[in-house]
């Protein structure tokens, strides 16, 4: 099993009257940190094998989903930088979907691990740790190994996160802020995109069908703002013309 922190587990922002959920929790933290850990040593093969270093790193995770059409150098991303999402931060950086520069590789695709096992290393950012959660800890962890952050909205980083709903792989996103933002903040203010995450909202019976069952309204409004109008709103069920 992974090596458990006892103070990032009681830090741990959910379950607060379950340990062991809390506990298991952290251990799928640590399990995400041995991955890109992974990650790091096939890059450092990769950059040895064509003697050349990559320009920049993405993170992001398999239930994760770009809206619409993505140019990474739009980014712009600087040297010793790390470029996320400013919504969903959690007391931290959102981690869903991190874009680095290549001379920070090491810093943020192996430090995770690395200072997780390391006593001394744990002690220092455990110090800047809001809660027990890895957005939090990837903050601490930046701050500590003196990488610049900087956040971007959702149109210049266009990529949002949900969950897979079956065993086909099929993502889909909780009609909520847990996924989308507060209001749907995490989002782009495009009309086509928020279409799209409407047609992918979870619980939806079938691809074919064309309501969006127990979702309230409110969050139609939220997500489709201005759009609606081009859809149209009856008896509190949006109807959309999904793939």
């Not at 093969?45 to 990559?54: G, P």
């Not at 455990?126 to 800890?137: A, C, H, I, W």
């Amino acid at each position: 099993l992974p090596l458990l922190r006892q103070h990032y587990v009681d830090m741990g922002e959910k379950f607060k009257n379950a340990e062991r959920k809390r506990e298991e929790r952290a251990r799928s933290h640590v399990r995400q940190w041995w991955s890109m850990w992974r990650c790091h040593g096939h890059f450092v093969r990769l950059e040895e094998e064509n003697s050349q270093q990559y320009d920049v790193l993405v993170k992001m995770r398999d239930d994760s989903v770009f809206l619409l059409d993505f140019n990474i150098f739009s980014l712009d991303v600087q040297r010793n930088e790390a470029v996320f999402k400013s919504c969903l931060g959690w007391f931290g950086l959102n981690d869903k979907v991190i874009v680095v520069h290549g001379s920070v590789e090491h810093e943020f695709f192996a430090r995770h691990l690395l200072d997780w096992y390391s006593d001394t290393a744990f002690e220092k950012l455990s110090r800047f740790l809001k809660v027990g959660s890895p957005e939090s800890y990837t903050k601490a962890l930046m701050l500590v190994h003196g990488v610049k952050v900087r956040a971007v909205g959702p149109l210049a980083m266009p990529a949002i996160t949900g969950r897979i709903e079956n065993t086909a792989g099929r993502v889909c996103f909780p009609a909520s802020g847990i996924k989308l933002g507060y209001r749907a903040n995490c989002v782009p203010q495009n009309c086509a995109a928020r279409r799209h995450v409407a047609c992918m909202l979870c619980g939806r019976t079938s691809v074919h069908d064309t309501r969006l069952e127990r979702v309230h309204t409110m969050f139609h409004a939220y997500l489709l703002g201005n759009c609606t109008p081009a859809i149209g709103l009856a008896d509190s069920v949006v109807k959309l013309r999904c793939p």
